[in-house]
């Protein structure tokens, strides 16, 4: 079945970096776009970055980490990537990988991230 396993949360000063990895399993990986999203406490889920699964595809990003965050993937490894750089307060919570396949959205149970003084 379709697994996804997050990591690399943690807890890292205003202005620092964290990078998150999604490692997956149970589909073809190199065929789907993957997806990162962030939920903050009492909020809902919010999307922060897509990267299709072609190669020349541009990445999407909401507003609010453009320029700061930066999502990858690893098709040989089955592995997407979110590296956070210029972390700030609002960026704190879970972070979920997510792939939609079939029109079923799959998720992982999500990394913490708390960004603290």
């Known amino acids: 079945q379709v697994q996804l396993v997050e990591s690399g949360g943690g807890v890292v000063q205003p202005g620092g970096s964290l990078r998150l990895s999604c490692t997956t399993s149970?589909?073809?990986?190199?065929?789907?776009?993957m997806s990162w999203y962030h939920q903050a406490q009492g909020n809902d889920r919010e999307l922060v970055a897509f990267?299709?699964?072609?190669?020349?595809?541009?990445?999407h990003y909401a507003d609010s980490v453009k320029g700061r965050f930066t999502i990858s993937r690893l098709n040989a490894e089955k592995t997407v990537y979110l590296q956070m750089n210029n972390l700030k307060r609002e960026d704190t919570g879970v972070y979920y990988c997510?792939?939609?396949?079939?029109?079923?959205?799959?998720w992982g149970k999500g990394t913490p991230v708390t960004v603290t003084s």
């Open positions: 997510n792939v939609r396949i079939g029109g079923e959205d799959y």
């Open positions: 149970g589909f073809d990986f190199s065929m789907f776009g």
């Open positions: 990267l299709s699964w072609g190669p020349n595809s541009p990445p």
